[in-house]
């Protein structure tokens, strides 16, 4: 399905809903690579056919794959909110939620809804105190320790110290290309070049990480806008599907990034 064919998918779905539970369309929220459809108690996100290098999602099979690798990945911290990944048949301008006997022509994923305003991102300074930020942080280091959170195996190369030097490198080549010569790229160079002496003074720790099984398929982007406040608890959502090398880490990694979407968060709340 090219991105007109999406388009004109989602503006069927928002003109004549084929939902079961009957609720008029309330909303379309779009990013760059999806477009999620809310209606009613549910929302139905539908992956856009783009490819941005690091994600591609070309192909109906590759949008399927990672629909329900979303719907896994997720299941494990958020039970119960993340409902299925539904086929839709008939055709962009007439889709049909029922089996007409042809193959589908597109995917989507079904979830339970909640108000924008739960999400961290959104109310921070209302929402963050002190037994939240510690309910919040036993929840995640539970997750840690949790079965869900598999151990790579020794063969993968997740959490090797090359793979985590070629995901920084990464950044840097991407900097780079935008940058033109002059002091700020002179100062680029000088931080790569501080970069790689540090990577070769941890180069043994990561490796010894490695080596003892700290390295866990984790949530991957977990920060305030995939956090939301529910009926008093924190509901963590959105987990990364599309690259397995950026949830396959060191719980400290994870652990980090948490830490400073957290601090921010409680800082607007006690000051």
């Known amino acids: 399905m090219d991105a007109g064919r999406g388009g004109r998918l989602v503006a069927s779905l928002r003109a004549a809903p084929p939902w ?15 477009w999620v459809l809310l209606a009613g108690p549910y929302a139905y996100k539908i992956k856009k ?22 719907l ?10 993340y409902l299925a990944v539904i086929p ?35 109310n921070a300074g209302v929402a963050m105190d002190e037994p939240l ?5 036993d929840r995640v280091a539970a997750f840690h320790r949790s079965p869900d959170a598999a151990v790579a195996a020794d063969d ?3 959490g090797a110290p090359e793979t985590v030097r070629e995901m920084v490198e990464g950044n840097f080549v991407h900097i780079r290309a935008l940058l033109p010569d002059g002091l700020l790229s002179r100062r680029v160079q000088r931080l790569h ?25 984790l949530h991957g982007d977990l920060h305030r806008g995939n956090i939301a406040i529910v009926d008093g608890a924190p509901l963590l959502f959105d987990a990364l599907e599309f690259n397995p090398s950026f949830r396959w880490i060191d719980p400290m990694a994870e652990d980090y990034k948490k830490r400073l979407s957290i601090a921010a968060a409680y800082h607007f709340a006690v000051v």
């Open 20 to 34: 079961e539970h009957g609720c008029e369309n309330e909303g379309l929220v779009e990013t760059h690579l999806s």
């Open 49 to 70: 056919p783009v490819d941005f290098g690091f994600v591609d999602f070309t192909t109906l099979e590759r949008r399927r794959h990672f629909l329900e690798e979303e």
């Open 72 to 81: 896994r990945l997720n299941r494990r911290l958020s039970d119960g909110w």
């Open 88 to 122: 839709f048949h008939g055709a962009p301008e007439r889709p049909l939620l029922t089996d007409d006997g042809a193959p589908p022509f597109e995917y989507g994923l079904m979830m339970r809804r909640f108000p924008q305003s739960a999400l961290l991102s959104a």
């Open 133 to 137: 930020v510690e309910q919040l942080a």
């Open 156 to 158: 993968t190369p997740y």
């Open 193 to 217: 070049e501080r970069e790689g002496a540090r990577f070769e003074a941890f180069r043994e720790m990561l490796a010894m990480r490695k080596a003892t099984g700290r390295i866990r398929e």
